[in-house]
């Protein structure tokens, strides 16, 4: 991820800016350009490759993102068990779960996804401005909120899909 970070370790990121270096770096080792190659460096190529597919959705995505930069500043999320969070906020992801729980719930399931995804927008602004503040310890707050929010999103995108 340093190659793709190197720029400035700023949580703010321009998107398109990211995908356009992501697809130099890829065509520069697309393993069939290593095809006349000698084997290692055709091994080279192919784990260089997936390094940066790994870098890429790493920055992509804020959670991943927001916990690689408290990362690099030396800090490590807490487990969910310790996490500390607020009851209110507990209270919130309790319910989230419980209408996620309930058998045939199609028409919540719509409802649940758009309040996920604003709340993870909300989050994503407050991860910003705290690193843009330098105010790791907030960051690593709301990223745990945010990994909390993940997690329904998993549970969700499962239900989703008919068993």
Not at 21 to 38: I, M, V, Y
Not at 65 to 93: H, K
Request: aromatic content about 6%.
């Amino acid at each position: 991820g340093a190659a793709l970070a190197r720029s400035d370790r700023s949580f703010r990121l321009d998107e398109q800016q990211l995908r356009r270096r992501f697809r130099s770096l890829q065509r520069a080792l697309h393993p069939d350009r290593f095809g006349q190659r000698p084997p290692k460096e055709q091994y080279y190529s192919e784990q260089h490759s997936s390094l940066i597919n790994k870098a890429y959705q790493t920055l992509l995505n804020p959670l991943s993102r927001g916990l690689y930069l408290l990362e690099l500043n030396g800090i490590q999320l807490a487990q969910e068990t310790d996490c500390d969070a607020d009851s209110e906020f507990l209270m919130e992801i309790m319910e989230i779960n419980e209408k996620l729980a309930e058998p045939n719930n199609e028409g919540n399931l719509e409802e649940i996804e758009t309040l996920i995804k604003v709340k993870q927008e909300e989050l994503t602004k407050d991860v910003t401005a705290a690193f843009e503040r330098d105010d790791l310890q907030e960051a690593k707050k709301l990223l745990a909120k945010m990994k909390y929010f993940a997690n329904l999103e998993d549970k969700l995108k499962n239900k989703k899909i008919p068993s």
